[in-house]
């Protein structure tokens, strides 16, 4: 039984990943949310290191 398998072709439109909206590079250059994001991330690291060391 032969499976079909798909090959991507290099330099082809599927190789390259897909263009951000506006909205994501928005929110990616937006300094309170990604002032908002770390801190929450490392709220989380906390919890964990926290954690680890009872």
Do not use: C, D
Not at 1 to 28: C, D, V
Not at 37 to 51: C, E, F, H, P, T
Request: glycine share 4%.
């Amino acid at each position: 039984m032969k499976k079909n398998i798909k090959r991507t072709i290099a330099y082809s439109e599927e190789s390259y990943p897909p263009m951000p909206t506006r909205s994501s590079l928005f929110w990616r250059r937006f300094i309170p949310w990604q002032a908002w994001r770390w801190i929450v991330l490392n709220i989380k690291i906390l919890k964990i290191v926290v954690g680890g060391h009872s």
